[in-house]
């Protein structure tokens, strides 16, 4: 497995040890450097490419936003820090997670693990993967191409499946539907809304849009949700 070459901007080092030990207990991930400031970080890309840097945002000399407007070639960024106002600007300047302190070590995991790790192309036929799913609409066994599908709405123990032109209902739990579609294609947003990634025309911190319809963002998917879409390369 390809190592990710870590290093750390952080100018308190209680803040930057913590950093260090979490990262040391992710096989995935290797330590090359910590730096106090921006400045010296920036002499130390001057030379050596690395994959992640772990970004404060208060940082002297050189503050955390600065300093990524000025690379050019841009790793993946996590920002580490003590202010949650920061974080539209954060993903609009297309981070990878938005961490504030203090930070537990299942957050920082969580934020590791969107990293994008360099992968083998896939085979151009995959058995496995499905494009279809049939769903017991009425008593007779209805085909969905997945592809149709806009969003999922949760009726208790129904769910109905919207698609451009039409929907269907069916007895389905929302969660079962979650289970069953790709999380590459689907993002649940709200406990009752299940999307497909495809078919967003907008989104902000409460609301994503498909369709000309709006759909609430649920408080507690809202970092998820912002994170996630930003990964697939859609900003504010």
Request: hydrophobic content about 40%; some cysteine; charged content about 30%.
């Amino acid at each position: 497995m390809k190592l990710l070459q870590c290093i750390i901007i952080e100018d308190e080092p209680i803040a930057r040890e913590i950093i260090e030990d979490y990262i040391a207990q992710i096989p995935s991930l290797e330590h090359c450097a910590s730096f106090e400031d921006a400045i010296l970080a920036t002499e130390f890309l001057n030379t050596k490419k690395v994959d992640v840097i772990f970004l404060d945002l208060n940082l002297p000399k050189l503050k955390g936003f600065e300093f990524l407007k000025t690379l050019k070639n841009k790793p993946q960024v996590i920002v580490t820090t003590a202010y949650h106002q920061h974080a539209l600007e954060a993903f609009d300047l297309e981070v990878v997670d938005y961490l504030l302190k203090p930070i537990e070590f299942q957050r920082f995991l969580k934020a590791v693990n969107k990293l994008k790790v360099e992968k083998s192309k896939p085979d151009k036929f995959d058995s496995n993967k499905k494009d279809h799913l049939f769903f017991n609409v009425n008593r007779k066994m209805v085909r969905v191409n997945l592809e149709d599908i806009c969003y999922i709405e949760s009726f208790k123990e129904y769910v109905r499946i919207h698609m451009e032109e039409s929907f269907i209902m069916t007895k389905f739990q929302i969660g079962e539907m979650e289970r069953k579609l790709d999380s590459d294609q689907f993002l649940r947003i709200h406990r009752s809304y299940l999307i497909a990634k495809n078919k967003i025309a907008a989104f902000n911190f409460n609301s994503v849009e498909i369709g000309g319809k709006e759909l609430p963002i649920g408080r507690s998917y809202k970092e998820t949700v912002v994170s996630e879409l930003n990964g697939d390369g859609i900003k504010f």
